[in-house]
């Protein structure tokens, strides 16, 4: 995901978001495609990691209209996927200010991690398949082999990164992993911070 503000806000790296926002507090909002939603989240864990990062959330119906208020200026920050957001940058309509994952992404390579000035700080999205509980193991494991050849063909990897998404074959225990770790993150997230989705 990408971290993005108006062209008025006076910060164009991680460093510099972190230290406007704390010089200011309560002066800035952050938009999102509403309350409990993905982009909610990634910024209310930036917060939870950041003493004194004192931005409001501003809740909109949608991406559309959160995107229209960050140019606009009525709010100053956004989270947003890089697909969503990356035409407004690079049409000069809004400012990255740096990415959610741990490395650079080969979708924007000039993009700093939001890491870098946040040690630990990672908020990546992911797809993927599964299937209903109970299917056997051998079925299972016939339908990981077979998509994890179709994901190594290059024409496959390369539309798939038009959408932002880097290919990663993993095997179903590896899956499960990921998809346990999120839910207790985020269980533990949205707890702590007392965010309940609309």
Do not use: C
């Amino acid at each position: 995901m990408v971290v993005a503000v108006n062209n008025e806000f006076p910060a164009s790296t991680p460093a510099e978001l972190i230290k406007t926002i704390k010089a200011n507090p309560g002066k800035f909002n952050y938009a999102t495609s509403g309350t409990g939603s993905v982009n909610h989240m990634a910024t209310e864990y930036l917060r939870s990691m950041i003493p004194g990062f004192d931005i409001a959330h501003v809740p909109y119906k949608g991406q559309g209209p959160a995107v229209t208020d960050v140019i606009g200026n009525q709010v100053q920050m956004l989270v947003s996927s890089g697909p969503s957001i990356l035409p407004m940058i690079r049409s000069g309509k809004l400012k990255a200010v740096g990415i959610t994952s741990l490395k650079p992404s080969p979708i924007a390579p000039e993009l700093t991690p939001m890491a870098t000035a946040v040690p630990g700080y990672e908020f990546d999205l992911w797809w993927g398949m599964l299937a209903p509980a109970g299917t056997p193991a051998s079925v299972v494991n016939t339908l990981n082999k077979a998509v994890n050849q179709a994901l190594a063909k290059p024409e496959l990897k390369e539309q798939f990164l038009k959408e932002g998404a880097i290919v990663t074959p993993i095997t179903p225990t590896q899956f499960g992993d990921v998809i346990k770790s999120d839910v207790d993150r985020w269980k533990k997230l949205a707890k702590d911070r007392n965010i309940v989705a609309d």
